[in-house]
């Protein structure tokens, strides 16, 4: 439940949240600080609300991605896992790790992290370092020649056009982002954007998106 604040307290608020990031809420609410108080913590629930969602959606979506991707590595013919990028299509340097392009730059900071944090540097460890921009590179333009065989990943589209799955995960990146740093989310359409999660885990199974839906708190606060 979210608690009131009134203007007795609002110093509170201030002084730990400090006065400019309150500004906002406080233009927002015509300077009525108990509803600007009400705002900041709604944000804050509905922010970590979507978190919940979208946590069981960007792991389904990498493990979708990293399937498919192995899937495709293993059909032509090579060895070991994809994402160790031995034919250089990723952007791997073999003569210079410093000079890695993205995204396998990306692969090369993820092994360092599973090093630095005294684990074995298996696949599953790389692949819970990686970040979901990395994810979201396999599917944009930039990767453009994984495409369509990546297509296949997302069986629930009604096409096999790139952007259909490139655009609504790059929305999602923003509002990743967004949450991650503890922006104000209100501003943005946060409808939108939960239409966006269940549009991207449809395209995955449609039991997914079911499944997440029924766990998910984004519906009740936004009501």
């Known amino acids: 439940m979210i608690h009131m604040v009134n203007r007795e307290s609002w110093s509170f608020y201030v002084s ?18 108990a509803q600007a108080g009400r705002l900041y913590e709604w944000n804050v629930a509905v922010s970590a609300a979507i978190w919940e969602s979208f946590a069981y959606l960007e792991v389904a979506f990498r493990n979708a991605l ?20 031995e034919a250089c299509e990723l952007g791997r340097d073999p ?14 900071v993820a092994q ?5 944090n ?18 979201h590179q396999m599917v944009s333009k930039r990767q453009l020649f994984l495409w369509p065989d990546l297509a296949r990943a997302f069986p629930g589209t ?10 609504p995960v790059g929305r999602l990146r923003v509002l990743r982002n967004r ?6 989310i209100w501003s943005s359409d946060i409808v939108a954007r939960y239409a966006d ?18 766990r998910s708190r984004v519906i009740g606060l936004l009501a």
């Open 66 to 85: 990293n399937n498919r991707l192995q899937d495709i590595h293993d059909e032509k013919g090579r060895t070991g896992h994809w994402f160790f990028d």
């Open 95 to 108: 003569t210079d790790a410093h000079r890695h392009r993205y995204p396998f730059r990306d692969v090369w």
């Open 197 to 214: 999660i269940q549009t991207v885990a449809g395209y995955l199974d449609a039991d997914l998106r079911e499944w997440i839906h029924i």
């Open 179 to 184: 949450i991650g740093h503890h922006h104000r």
């Open 118 to 135: 005294g684990k074995a540097l298996t696949v599953d460890q790389i692949l819970s370092e990686l970040p979901f921009g990395f994810w």
């Open 112 to 116: 360092r992290h599973v090093v630095g």
């Open 16 to 33: 730990h949240f400090s006065a400019i990031r309150l500004s906002h809420y406080l233009d927002e609410c015509g300077g009525d600080r």
């Open 158 to 167: 009604s096409n096999r056009a790139q952007e259909t799955v490139s655009e």
